[in-house]
């Protein structure tokens, strides 16, 4: 019987790789729901303000990842934590990394039965969404990074169907005002966590050591793809300004794919399905890294890192996260409302998780040079 090693390694990626996967996993479907989050027009501040807090953070992982005891491996993060705190992390990942396909699969899932298949039974919908991820995660950890660039080929051109947004008539300065926040409320703090948590994303580098070159310049690529997230975060928001204004841009459930429909083409009469079915490559890539995540995480918490991974041990794994978004689905995703219960809990955790990894790293490894 053939291996199944989907965890080996045979070289190291660069720091494109990084950038990219950086890029996309801070996008994902934040990009599609942000603006009526953030609502009033002085909030392209506060996706400015974050993006810059966003490379301090960057700053104290990068530093953590080229000093001497930024660990290669399972048994480098063993001799910095210890077993038994590694293993603990391993646990508080492992209901961070479900949390994260729960939420991203059902998200896509909603806004496909939302605009392209009605009267589909989601529940087919989300077998066969997260079905595509599957297969792409059990060709191995190697072949979904490289995956990346697929990825963003398919993806990012997208950005340009926002350019006439940008265009008068439909754009007009007066949607942009004011710049300056005349009163500051609960729903303003609200949009910063939620900008705070789009921009999460880059601490999972950490789970892909074994698989990057930590060299000189791989955080330079990082940054980069941090301030591009930031950029088409800044179009997408201003855009929405400009079509809805801030009077109206929270009243519509999916403000970026409803704006996207009114754009007209000789072509293609529904240019929100091409939005959304090259959203597909993204949506796969990042389901698919998380459940590679989730199946080594599950490892170390059984303590067989170091035997070979096992299909049988896959597709359970594969199949418990399945049984999780059913039953998620049905107990408390909100099909149609920007208030689920999913959606603000891995908002929350996100934002934790981002603010946290890197401050525990930086100070791990200044106690443990000090050893």
Not at 168 to 194: E, H, Q, R
Not at 282 to 291: R, S, T
Not at 347 to 359: D, E, N, R, T
Request: aromatic content about 18%; some cysteine; charged content about 10%.
């Amino acid at each position: 019987m053939r291996e199944f090693s989907i965890f080996e390694k045979s070289s190291a990626n660069g720091g494109i790789y990084a950038m990219l996967i950086v890029n996309r996993l801070q996008l994902l479907y934040f990009a599609l729901m942000l603006p009526m989050y953030l609502i009033h027009s002085y909030m392209i501040w506060g996706i400015i303000v974050m993006g810059i807090l966003s490379q301090i953070n960057l700053t104290l992982l990068s530093k953590w990842f080229s000093s001497d005891t930024s660990p290669k491996d399972y048994h480098g993060f063993v001799q910095l934590f210890g077993e038994r705190t590694v293993r603990m992390f391993a646990l508080v990942g492992w209901v961070l990394i479900l949390v994260k396909i729960t939420v991203i699969t059902l998200s896509y899932v909603e806004v496909i039965h939302y605009f392209v298949f009605p009267s589909m039974n989601i529940y087919w919908l989300i077998l066969f969404a997260f079905s595509i991820s599957c297969y792409l995660a059990v060709t191995g950890m190697e072949k979904v990074i490289r995956f990346v660039v697929i990825t963003f080929l398919a993806s990012f051109w997208i950005i340009l169907f926002f350019v006439p947004f940008f265009i008068p008539p439909v754009a007009s300065l007066y949607d942009l005002y004011p710049l300056i926040p005349t009163n500051w409320s609960m729903d303003s703090w609200k949009g910063l966590l939620f900008i705070w948590s789009a921009l999460s994303g880059p601490e999972y580098l950490v789970c892909l050591l074994p698989w990057l070159d930590k060299g000189p310049k791989l955080f330079r690529y990082v940054f980069a793809a941090n301030a591009l997230s930031v950029l088409e975060y800044i179009i997408i928001f201003a855009a929405a300004l400009f079509f809805y204004g801030s009077n109206y841009l929270s009243k519509s459930e999916f403000p970026v794919v409803n704006m996207i429909r009114y754009l007209e083409s000789p072509v293609f009469e529904r240019i929100d399905m091409i939005l959304i079915s090259f959203n597909l490559f993204h949506f796969v890539f990042v389901a698919a890294i998380f459940i590679l995540f989730f199946y080594g995480a599950t490892r170390i918490m059984l303590g067989k890192q170091d035997k070979p991974p096992t299909r049988t041990g896959f597709y359970a794994s594969c199949m418990f996260i399945c049984l999780c978004l059913l039953i998620a689905n049905v107990s408390f995703w909100q099909e149609g409302t920007e208030h689920s219960i999913g959606l603000i809990l891995e908002v929350c955790l996100s934002a934790l998780s981002y603010l946290l990894v890197p401050a525990i790293l930086v100070v791990a490894g200044k106690l443990k040079g000090r050893v």
